[in-house]
C-alpha cells in the first residue's frame, strides 16, 4: 500500500503524540497478520486527539484500534489514520454511587478487578473480554450473559471532526454487539455502574470466569475471539459444528477444534486465507442449517 494515497497528516499539524507512516498493525493485533496503516497515529492526550482530528482532512478515513482482539486487518493494510491510545488513556478510578471510570484504553480485565476490588459487583463479565473499554463500548461487548449496555452510564468520544461529547449510554442506540457509534468517531472514557458486593464473592466470579475461558477458548493462540455473532436463540459454534467445520483449514488459518466460533493463524496465515476461512464456514453453516452467519469480527482495510 503506498503511502501517498492520504495527504500526510504530519504536514497538517504538529501532533504531541507519535505519527507512524506504513505503521504495523500485525505485531499487536491478535492474529499477527495483515498489512500496515497507511498512518499509524499515538495521541498522547483527549485533547491532542481532538486537536488533530479537527485539522486532519475530512476525506481520511480515521479507525481506532485497541488491542485487535477482535480485527481482522486485510493484507493491504488500512488505508488513511489508524488511532492507538496512549497508556495514559488507560486509567481506571473509582466514584461514589457504585461507579466505575475508565479510560478508553483500559482493559477488560484492568476495569473488573479495579470494581472487586472496591466492592462493586456486575462488572465481573469485564474479566472476560479481551479488549479495551473503548472498543468494548462501540461494539456492546458482551459475555457470561451480560453486555456492555447493561452497565453504561455515558461515555465520551472524540468525533471524526475533534469535536469532544459525552453521551448518555440510550444515545449510543445499543442492540447485540453493535453500536450507532459515528464512524471515525473514538471513545476514549467510559463511566460503568454496579451494586454493592462482597469482593470476595466477586473475586471468586471473575475467576470461574477465567477458568471458564481457559477450558473451552483458544486463549494461546494467535485467533481474534469470537468469529461470528449467535443467532437468536442458538450458538454459532453448535452451528459450525453441526456443518462439519470443526478443525477446518485453508492455508495456515483453522477452525479452532477446541472452540469452532474462533479462527486460528496456525502461524504464517494470511489475512485473505483467515477471512476466506471465515467465508467458507458460512457458506457450509448456510448450506446445512438455512442460517446465515453475521461476521462479528471486524474486517477491516483493503486486500493486497
Known sequence: MSASSNPNPA??????GEITPNGSLADFIWFRTGG?????VKPDSVEDLAAFLSALDPAVPVLPVGVGSNLIVRDGGVPGVVVRLPKLLAKVS???GNRVRAGGGAMGITVASKARDAGIAGLEFLRGIPGTAGGAVKMNAGAYGREVADILVEATV?????RVETWPAARFGY?????ETPEGAIVVEALFHGVPGDPAAI???????????EASQPLRSRTGGSTFKNPPGDKAWRLIDAAGCRGLTMGD???SEKHCNFLLNLGNASAADIEALGEEVRRRVCEATGVVLEWEIQRVGVPE
Open 158 to 162: 472524540v468525533l471524526r471532526d475533534g
Open 11 to 16: 504536514q497538517t499539524m504538529d501532533l504531541a
Open 36 to 40: 500496515p496503516a497507511e498512518w499509524l
Open 175 to 179: 442492540t447485540y454487539r453493535h453500536s
Open 203 to 213: 473475586g471468586a466470579e471473575m475467576d470461574r470466569i477465567a477458568a471458564e475461558r
Open 94 to 96: 473509582v466514584e461514589p
Open 253 to 255: 488459518a483453522q477452525v
